[in-house]
């Protein structure tokens, strides 16, 4: 049900790009041609890091990692070379400031303008300065950082992908054809020429970034082959190899800062006073100014930055226990308002006191509860919270039986008898209470023992050297989950590698197209050939018990989603006990109907109720069947739910779904994405209605064909749909016979005999359109059934609404929730945060222009199919984005 064609070649890589810039985009206009700006950036570090930055720094850290200033519409200009505007990357942007050397190098060749576009306008100057973005080229430029790391090791096999785009870039300036490549020497000239046959006029117009790329390639006169190429590929980014392991269990926030995040207000550079005026204060032209902020990360769903999973699962499961039987329990005190007399606008005036003091219960106990107990969940080794939120704990798990111990016993006995749930509620919740107190209490004293018995060897940081070995007592730790994101992206950025390759490789040869002409020809082919069946039942949870989902597509299941599906687990087995109960009450209560007519004196009447009122055995029948199909149903639901997320997720990362170029996206899915927080109330409560449909509706159906007063009925009612049934299956077999003879496709091949045969098949329809009602009810009601349980799947069609309102929101609000989640961990943008972590600690000492220029040129090269999104005219005006 939730399977799909998913294309896997180098176009569906770019969709994924193209994902990935729309997840990161925060204006309320998205930008369709793929870039992100610095403000976009910093409230990325903020929302997952906690980290706040001056909003004036936005533009000189987007700049410090390689941003450029956006593409804006020339209205008279009909050249391309009017789309844009200059790239500003290594030369100087005030307009006091130095002019910058264009002159063209000794012994550069004439690029003519028209045939090399590089979306650069040269005329004018800017009257005012616009933000600047990172595009698809430079974000993917930052992705292949560790790619290209990995090259620069002469035993690496990926210094064979450095060797076939030096090729194809040297190829296309002509500079191949004579004494191969041991031949070509490094010059400024050489890197002009190579700038400008990839389109960076800009670039190659600044001479001090010529000459700074000349420089970190190993200087004028060396030969350019794969070492030296290695080498100014990565010259400025050694940093990173040094301080992140990209297979080490541990998050890359930990691996460049030395703590967790749940540490970073501690063991961080703070600020006291109000954030805006102290970085102020402390601004430094030359390093980026930034504070830590609390994130609460124990309660942080979207980001999963607690401790464990498990504990997390626990945390809820004792929250929703709690919530349900402390409200049965003390339920009186929820009575409402007394009234002198029955009046309608009284019990209005009940239901709403009601259902606010239910709310509001329900608000403070999570608050009060929740939230203490959620700290034991901490990532924080130093931390002594877990102990006092045991305490908590203990507190809370006996209110239960304070319950019965306040009240006598015949209260406690009338409790339990009125509401069969409460004995398990308040029993699963004493099991958890006790998992909890373990696991909280384990979690210091463990972190303490490793601490004193650890020796810090080497000056290594006692927080990376204990990982392995800490007690984490019933489950798995979040660290371990998130070190797959670093495999995942590892595997995505080769994959994307290795599917640009095959597209410079000639088909059915080993020879590699070096032009790219030739290149830019097979991706128009080849790019979208590659396709694969996914995401079905089966697939999905193979790839999860094998981990391949993980490691090889970085999806993370979301703490609510997994939240979801052990709150429907319990609702399930919850409502199975309900439907036990309330089916022995309907036993009982008819019972004793049948034993009062025995004892009625009028005949006649008796005689009627007796075969009015159903036997004991019809009952019993009719509700084991309901009781089977609704237990069916919800294990169906609960096994799909995890396996059509994935299928949603892998849709929108390839292009299957739109969302850069989604009209809609924005007002679907953007605006209001908080409203995540319905999800597991949905998930409850949408399983609870299905579960009770399919009992009454499977319940029906067997009860109205032995119940003694529909038998007849029925029986005559089946005999009709049966002899519906024949006939029009001796219909299609004719229709097929007629097909075969006078029709193809959508043509006919005898229109005399079509014409006939078609209105004679009109005539024969209208007496079959009984057939047609019954079937569509009966579809339509079960199907109705069935996706009222789906809040992950959208079951009414987007046109189906009045005016503007659409009847099926859940699916979105569910939608909201993978979107919230996937701008904070995709793999790609755990990459791109870890290269923005590096930035900001390091600063000049990790990526400069040179080193920016140079994997730019070799994006260029490798995916040129990129580039239109670097020459794509802005769909949107920047007075339209005003507005």
């Not at 239910?358 to 959620?374: E, K």
């Not at 020879?511 to 396709?531: F, I, N, P, T, W």
């Amino acid at each position: 049900m939730s399977s799909f064609i998913m294309p896997t070649g180098a176009s569906a890589d770019i969709k994924e790009l193209e994902y990935i810039a729309a997840l990161q985009q925060t204006q309320k206009v998205i930008r369709t041609d793929g870039t992100v700006s610095g403000a976009d950036i910093l409230l990325f570090l903020k929302s997952k890091y906690g980290i706040v930055m001056l909003d004036s720094d936005a533009d000189r850290f987007s700049r410090a990692v390689g941003g450029f200033l956006p593409a804006k519409v020339e209205e008279e200009s009909a050249k391309p070379s009017g789309w844009l505007k200059k790239l500003k990357f290594g030369g100087k942007k005030n307009k006091d400031d130095a002019v910058v050397d264009t002159e063209k190098p000794t012994g550069a060749e004439e690029v003519k303008e028209e045939d090399n576009y590089d979306g650069a306008d040269n005329a004018g100057n800017e009257e005012e300065e616009d933000p600047l973005y990172l595009d698809i080229v430079q974000m993917l430029s930052l992705l292949m950082i560790p790619q290209l790391l990995l090259a620069d090791d002469e035993n690496s096999a990926d210094q064979d992908v450095v060797q076939r785009v030096l090729s194809s870039m040297l190829t296309s300036i002509g500079d191949t054809e004579s004494g191969g490549l041991e031949e070509v020497e490094l010059s400024e000239a050489l890197v002009w020429n190579l700038l400008m046959s990839r389109g960076e006029k800009i670039l190659a117009e600044d001479k001090e970034l010529v000459k700074a790329m000349v420089e970190s390639a190993g200087g004028a006169g060396c030969k350019l082959n794969k070492e030296s190429f290695a080498k100014a590929l990565t010259s400025d980014v050694m940093d990173f190899k040094k301080h992140i392991d990209m297979t080490s269990p541990t998050d890359v926030f930990q691996d460049i800062w030395g703590f967790h995040l749940a540490q970073s207000v501690s063991k961080g550079p703070t600020c006291d006073s109000k954030i805006e005026d102290a970085l102020k204060e402390k601004n430094d032209d030359n390093q980026f100014q930034y504070s830590f902020v609390k994130t609460a990360t124990s309660l942080d769903s979207a980001l999963g930055s607690f401790r464990s999973f498990t504990y997390q699962l626990y945390l809820w499961v004792f929250n929703l226990t709690f919530l349900l039987y402390v409200n049965i329990g003390y339920g009186e005190t929820l009575s409402g308002i007394n009234c002198w007399h029955s009046h309608f606008m009284c019990d209005i005036a009940n239901n709403i006191w009601f259902w606010f003091t239910l709310g509001l219960v329900f608000w403070v106990t999570a608050a009060l509860v929740f939230i203490p107990v959620s700290l034991g969940n901490m990532n924080d080794p130093d931390s002594w919270l877990p102990l006092i939120s045991s305490l908590c704990l203990l507190g809370y798990s006996l209110t239960g039986y304070i319950n019965f111990m306040v009240h006598p016993t015949e209260r406690a006995q009338e409790i339990v008898d009125s509401f069969v749930l409460y004995g398990p509620l308040m029993t699963l919740n004493l099991v958890i209470s006790v998992i909890l107190f373990v696991d909280m209490v384990s979690y210091p004293i463990g972190e303490f023992w490793n601490k004193r018995d650890d020796a810090k060897e080497d000056g290594e940081s006692y927080y990376l050297s204990s990982f392995e070995s800490r007690p984490y007592t019933f489950g798995v730790p979040t660290f371990k989950l998130k070190s797959d994101k670093k495999l995942a992206a590892i595997f995505k950025t080769s994959r994307l590698i290795n599917n640009a390759l095959q597209l410079h490789k000639k088909p059915d040869t080993d020879k590699y197209a070096l032009k790219e002409s030739e290149v830019m020809r097979e991706y128009v082919l080849r790019g979208s050939a590659h396709e694969e069946n996914t995401a079905s039942l089966v697939w999905t949870w193979k790839n999860i018990w094998s981990r391949s989902l993980f490691w090889h597509e970085g999806i993370w299941f979301h703490s609510r989603l997994l939240v979801g599906q052990v709150t429907m687990i319990i609702t399930t087995c919850l409502i199975f006990a309900l439907m036990i109960h309330v089916t022995s009450n309907m036993v009982d209560t008819v019972e004793e109907w049948r034993a009062d007519i025995v004892d009625d004196s009028m005949s006649s009447a008796s005689e009627f109720a007796s075969k009015a009122i159903p036997k004991k055995g019809d009952v019993i029948l009719s509700s084991i069947v309901g009781i089977s199909v609704s237990m069916v149903v919800a294990i169906t639901l609960i096994s799909l739910q995890i396996p059509s997320t994935v299928s949603t997720i892998l849709k929108y990362r390839t292009g299957v779904m739109p969302t850069l170029h989604d009209p809609f996206f924005t007002a679907k899915y953007r605006n209001n994405a908080d409203l995540m927080f319905y999800n597991v109330a949905n998930q409850l409560y949408a399983l609870l209605g299905s579960m009770l449909l399919f009992w009454f509706l499977g319940g029906l159906a067997v009860f109205i064909y032995i119940w003694e007063l529909t038998r007849d009925g029925m029986k005559a009612l089946t005999a009709l749909c049966i002899g519906l049934v024949v006939t029009i299956l001796m219909k299609m077999v004719v229709v097929g016979e007629f097909r075969k003879r006078y029709n193809q496709a959508f043509h006919r091949t005898n229109p005399a005999a079509a014409n006939v045969v078609a209105l004679l098949m009109e005539s024969w329809q209208l007496g079959l359109g009984a057939g047609v009602a019954l079937s569509r009810f009966a579809i339509f009601l079960l199907a109705a059934a069935f996706w009222l349980g789906r809040i992950d799947e959208v079951f009414l069609a987007e046109n189906v609404r009045i005016g503007t309102y659409a009847f099926d929101l859940l699916p979105f609000h569910f939608r909201k929730e993978i979107f919230v989640y996937e701008a904070h961990t995709h793999p790609y943008i755990e990459r791109l945060g870890s290269m923005y972590l590096m930035k900001l600690k390091y600063g000049d000492t990790f990526i400069n222009d040179a080193g920016s220029a140079w994997r730019r040129l070799f994006v260029n090269v490798l995916v040129p199919w990129t580039a239109k999104m670097r020459m794509k005219r802005r769909s949107i005006s920047e007075g339209d984005e005003e507005d």
